[in-house]
């Protein structure tokens, strides 16, 4: 009764040694990792962003998909009330970003953070935020494209000075 089992056992061995060495062939082949160094960034100027500058470094906000982006604001620069159409997930590389939530930019009711700080965003929760201080800021955002940007007042520019 005991050699009707090892031919089962000798084929399930084999099996997944078949697998096992297909997948570490793909695994070798197509590894799908993404390494990016700070000297593989490269910032765009934002038009008419007073100086604000934005680097993509994986997807595209334009299109579907997740993408990953860092926005530099130089300093005492802020951006008006505005939402994006799908939550948006901002870590705090560098500096203190201000942020504040609501309809109406009120620097008075501004919340920093501090390095290492996240703040996600709402789908189509309005928010402004960006750098009321003397140092620039740099934040990571994570988000779901197509991340596009509706200002709660379309009037007004989008970028604006604070005062210092």
Same mark, same amino acid.
């Given at each position: 009764?005991?050699?009707?089992?090892?031919?089962?056992?000798?084929?399930?061995?084999?099996?997944?040694?078949?697998?096992?060495?297909?997948?570490?062939?793909?695994?070798?082949?197509?590894? =799908?990792?993404?390494?990016?160094? +700070?000297?593989?960034?490269?910032?765009? !100027?934002?038009?008419? =962003?007073?100086?604000?500058?934005?680097?993509?470094?994986?997807? !595209? +906000?334009?299109?579907?998909?997740?993408?990953?982006?860092?926005?530099?604001?130089? +300093?005492?620069?802020?951006?008006?009330?505005?939402?994006?159409?799908?939550?948006?997930?901002?870590?705090?590389?560098?500096? #203190?970003?201000?942020?504040? #939530?609501? @309809?109406?930019? @009120?620097?008075?009711?501004?919340?920093?953070?501090?390095?290492?700080?996240? /703040? /996600?965003?709402?789908?189509?929760?309005?928010?402004? @935020? =960006?750098?009321? =201080?003397?140092?620039?800021?740099?934040?990571?955002?994570?988000?779901?494209?197509?991340?596009? #940007? #509706?200002?709660? !007042? +379309?009037?007004?520019?989008?970028? /604006? !000075?604070?005062?210092?």
């Amino acid at each position: 009764m005991k050699t009707k089992y090892i031919p089962a056992f000798a084929s399930s061995w084999l099996v997944m040694v078949v697998v096992v060495a297909a997948v570490s062939v793909v695994a070798k082949d197509n590894p =799908g990792f993404v390494r990016i160094t +700070p000297a593989d960034i490269h910032w765009k !100027d934002v038009p008419n =962003g007073h100086g604000v500058q934005q680097a993509v470094l994986l997807g !595209d +906000p334009a299109k579907s998909g997740i993408y990953v982006i860092r926005v530099k604001f130089p +300093p005492y620069v802020m951006d008006v009330p505005h939402w994006h159409p799908n939550a948006r997930y901002v870590t705090v590389l560098e500096g #203190t970003w201000s942020t504040g #939530t609501g @309809d109406t930019f @009120d620097l008075a009711r501004a919340i920093p953070l501090k390095p290492g700080s996240v /703040m /996600m965003h709402p789908a189509k929760a309005t928010h402004w @935020d =960006g750098s009321a =201080g003397a140092e620039a800021v740099i934040v990571q955002i994570i988000g779901e494209g197509p991340g596009t #940007t #509706t200002q709660v !007042d +379309p009037g007004k520019t989008f970028w /604006m !000075d604070v005062p210092h």
